[in-house]
């Protein structure tokens, strides 16, 4: 597991190079960042690391080395290929998609998402830290039920107001970060945000 992780630090080092490389001709594939665990494919299974082993070997200040990205007015913002704003489009990065910091900047950062290296505006990201304590693990409910026939919102900052950054089904099994004054910090699928407690059922740690 340490080579696995010592490997996937040098890959997302990288900008250019894709994640995906071998070890004793097995291929890595990221499948999922968190700022908590980030879930890796290798010989066949999916397996957890602990995403501050991940970007343990990064340049990058600690408080930076991953962050969300902040789309306020239209929920999205644009990668580029280059620290341009005239600059070829590489891809569009949902409000709220953890990324991994490569290189911040005062105007331009460079950062990995969705296996590829580009920049986005500085001013578009919320930077943090991995995260290396949690408050547990919960489902997503509404009215009681988990069956996933309802929908509950994930917001960019505790406000009923804020803007929506994805709605997620009930049963969903997220990783709570944080709880104050009846929000909660939480991520899943690769995305960070806050929900309304009252929407949380926390499960039983092992």
Not at 54 to 78: F, H, M, W, Y
Not at 85 to 106: C, W
Not at 159 to 188: D, F, H, I, M, R
Request: net charge negative; charged share 15%; glycine share 8%.
């Amino acid at each position: 597991m340490k080579t696995l992780c010592l490997i996937l630090c040098l890959l997302l080092s990288l900008p250019v190079q894709s994640l995906a490389e071998t070890v004793n001709s097995e291929p890595i594939t990221l499948v999922q960042l968190g700022t908590w665990t980030t879930m890796v494919e290798y010989q066949g299974q999916v397996i957890a690391i602990p995403t501050i082993e991940l970007v343990a070997g990064s340049d990058v200040p600690t408080e930076q080395r991953l962050a969300t990205i902040l789309a306020p007015s239209n929920g999205k913002c644009t990668m580029r290929e280059l620290a341009l704003e005239d600059s070829r489009p590489l891809q569009t990065v949902m409000a709220g998609t953890i990324v991994v910091v490569l290189a911040p900047g005062d105007g331009w950062t460079l950062v990995w998402v969705n296996g590829q290296g580009g920049y986005v505006r500085t001013e578009c990201l919320q930077f943090h830290a991995p995260v290396t304590e949690i408050v547990g693990h919960a489902v997503v409910v509404r009215d009681g039920r988990t069956d996933g026939k309802q929908t509950v919102t994930l917001h960019h900052i505790p406000s009923s107001y804020a803007p929506k950054l994805v709605s997620w089904p009930t049963g969903t099994q997220v990783t709570v970060l944080a709880a104050e004054k009846g929000w909660c910090e939480v991520e899943a699928n690769g995305v960070r945000g806050f929900i309304r407690e009252r929407h949380l059922m926390m499960l039983d740690e092992e």
